[in-house]
């Protein structure tokens, strides 16, 4: 360990003891430079990776302060405020326009901050793709059998064995391969509600989620969100004594679209929750290995002890999005979604599943993770500091503390949707907030995506997108 | 065009005029040598040839005749008789056991006699995957947008040119790409009914078609088929007449298990009852190109005009079933068909997609197709004169008119579950009857896939199957 992770993991501690609490002050680089007997550069180094991990935050002229997502700092001004959604149960039909979107986001050269998916630069993808053609080649009988539902056996096993060995004990029968992870909630989401029923989300809520919901003729209801503490319990425990809800669909770990790491003990109060409650919950784990603290972070699975959590996830976010392998933990569900699989899709392709399957077992899968999250977390604190410079005064935005998408809060009145518009003519895309609502709770929010790798022509785009905000506001 | 090829059309022509009728028998292979003037292999391989395309039948000692599919000889012990199933709707919950089934088929080193699927060694797989592979190299930033729906613009402009090629006009916009045609006959059906509709299909039925309405929580209703004609259109209309049918499937080309071509008079006066009854038709043409006769069978589509035929197919039965590449051509519920698309699985992963339109592109897909006609066509007739021989008198089969599946009816009483289960211990697998039908119309038929080239395991496998029926029988 260098001599600046191990002053960064010093300080960490003293933050996590509580000895300096969120607000806190940090002594000056020089200061602290003179009474630890380092240099400098190793303060300022241990500071930005602190600040990466999203503990510290830096404010211009005044110097680093601690910053602890969920803290009770609501009232300062650049914070966003917990969501309070209309919370009526509503029908949703929000995926035609979606699609259109992300039509208009994929049809042009455009600079891709709307996009909701990695940018592939990072990922090993020709390592996959030699493994995938080797796999190929060695099979002299290659046909549709080898893949039946749950799955190929070797990549069931390696899924199983990065669980194990991240402290979570999964059974290798319980996991089903599908086609990325949106046929995995649908899947999941199927066998634990029917067609009317309706589905307690987050607020803001991934549009994924939603899809889901209306591709099932089910209903959804928007649950109020803190911005970096997840989904209000309380809020949907008073829902759910006014209303059967059939089920709850979150994404515990670096929400789509706000970045939030829910609290480990706000994991489990929502797990007991649905235990007494008997509602099952459908997890969305995709994000899970894109952490930019040390850590990786806990699952609502791992605290469930009666198989109602439904456990979702893939590699499109960490590996490659091109095979569109997922997969699902369905719990008590499981006999279920191995039949919804089959009859959704009848079997996931083969040689994907080998070619990952080959690349867990042999190539360092977290040694590319490493890097991954490194260059998203430094992606993060350079899109969050053009956001704050550039953008109109009263802007908010979330701090992710994982994953790729800043979630950002305009000045209210500010019409997302046509800023999306202005941004298009120049050719430049963003997330109008208008995607991750039933009843269009966001309409002044966007949201950035910053997978690619940092370059001038995306902070020229921030910062055009940043003036035409400005440009509205007159 | 070869001597016997050029005999083999005359022949064919004067059935087709009505010259020689149903039941007619031809000249001796003698008579007709001496009489044309040409060897008595000529002869014998033209013979042989009209039998392959089924448009003769030998008869031990008795030489050859002309058979008509469809024509007055249901009399005839032979024969199978048209199906006529209990008509009432049911809710369908027949997968689970389809799918454990399907896997002791695919668990053990089996002869695959019950396999659903094709034996892919007839398949080109090592171009496909290599083009795969350079796909996959050439893309810098390879990701998800590229296979948005509907799909990859090469594949989908490939699909429309073969269709036009073949006569069928297509618009190139109408083509939905998706995961296998499991998911085209999924989304299609799910566009034009709704859970607790009720469903016509053909009985006995493919369980895939079953399974989509299973998927949906919807009935299905089995309605009268001619081993040879295909469904009984004036049953159908019958049907609707007493209860509101939402939309009709079908395999109208060597449907699965049956293998008849329905003739296009029959096709053309479907699509009309369609029409006038306002009724979607889901048509599954995943055979289409497995014809044994030369012109390749028209469409139910090809004689739509309303838009009301959902045409569904995959390469799957044709060039490989390994990556899961089949399309949709939803005709007036396109874009709520590429909704769901979009909802079910977000994209269909582009190399897969790239690999094929390639091959088609390149590497005469027709003279590929060709071998497997014949190869299919020549492994029909050993089939159906190995189970003509070895099985219980009394036993009956259908004649495939393409595809790579024969369906057999065992003497009454004889059960094909039972017969599964002893061929199982055997280490050989067949398809039992039970699986095509939701009240058990069939538990004395079985399925026999006759895909893999023909080889003596398979000669003993099918001799073993037709002791073990005639045990059972004692």
């Not at 369905?330 to 699989?341: A, I, S």
Request: charge should be positive; glycine fraction near 6%.
């Amino acid at each position: 360990m260098k001599l600046y992770e191990k002053l960064a993991e010093e300080i960490e501690d003293l933050i996590r003891k509580g000895v300096y609490r969120h607000g806190d002050r940090l002594q000056s680089v020089r200061q602290a430079s003179q009474q630890r007997k380092v240099s400098i550069t190793t303060v300022l180094r241990a500071y930005l990776l602190l600040e990466s991990r999203g503990l510290i935050a830096s404010r211009p002229q005044s110097g680093y302060f601690v910053h602890l997502p969920g803290a009770a700092d609501g009232a300062r001004a650049d914070r966003m405020a917990p969501s309070h959604p209309i919370a009526i149960s509503s029908s949703v039909d929000v995926s035609r326009l979606v699609l259109s979107t992300l039509r208009s986001i994929s049809d042009n050269h455009a600079v891709p901050l709307g996009s909701p998916y990695p940018d592939p630069s990072l990922f090993p993808f020709d390592k996959l793709n030699r493994y995938a053609y080797v796999a190929g080649r060695r099979k002299e009988r290659l046909d549709l059998k080898d893949a039946l539902p749950p799955g190929h056996p070797d990549l069931v096993r390696q899924i199983a064995r990065r669980y194990l060995e991240k402290g979570m004990a999964v059974d290798p029968g319980e996991i089903i391969i599908t086609v990325g992870a949106t046929e995995a909630i649908n899947i999941c989401l199927q066998a634990v509600a029917r067609p009317g029923d309706t589905i307690a989300v987050e607020s803001p809520t991934f549009y994924a989620m939603l899809h889901a919901i209306e591709r099932m003729g089910m209903k959804a209801i928007e649950i109020s969100t803190h911005p970096d503490l997840g989904i209000d319990i309380a809020a949907l425990a008073d829902i759910a004594r006014t209303q059967p809800i059939a089920a709850c669909m979150v994404m515990p770990n670096f929400q789509n679209p706000m970045g939030f790491r829910m609290p480990d003990e706000r994991k489990r109060e929502l797990v007991a929750y649905a235990t007494q409650a008997d509602m099952p919950i459908i997890e969305n784990g995709v994000y899970n290995e894109l952490h930019y603290s040390r850590e990786a972070p806990s699952t609502l699975k791992s605290y469930d002890t009666r198989g109602l959590v439904l456990h979702c996830s893939s590699f499109s976010k960490s590996l490659t999005s091109a095979y569109r392998i997922g997969w699902a933990l369905p719990g008590r569900y499981r006999d279920q979604v191995e039949k919804l699989k089959f009859l959704n899709t009848l079997t996931t392709p083969a040689l994907p599943q080998m070619a990952i399957a080959e690349f867990l077992a042999r190539d360092g899968y977290d040694r590319h993770l490493r890097r991954l999250r490194a260059a998203y977390a430094q992606q993060a604190r350079l899109m969050r500091s053009l956001v704050a410079r550039f953008f109109p005064a009263g802007t908010r935005t979330s701090h992710p503390a994982g994953g790729y998408v800043l979630w950002v809060e305009l000045p209210a009145g500010l019409d997302g949707m046509h800023l999306y518009q202005l941004a298009l003519q120049r050719g430049i895309t963003i997330g109008p907030g208008y995607m991750f609502s039933i009843s269009n709770n966001y309409p002044n929010f966007i949201r950035l995506n910053y997978s690619s790798p940092w370059s001038a022509e995306i902070e020229r785009a921030v910062i055009t997108v940043g003036r035409l905000a400005a440009d509205c506001l007159r």
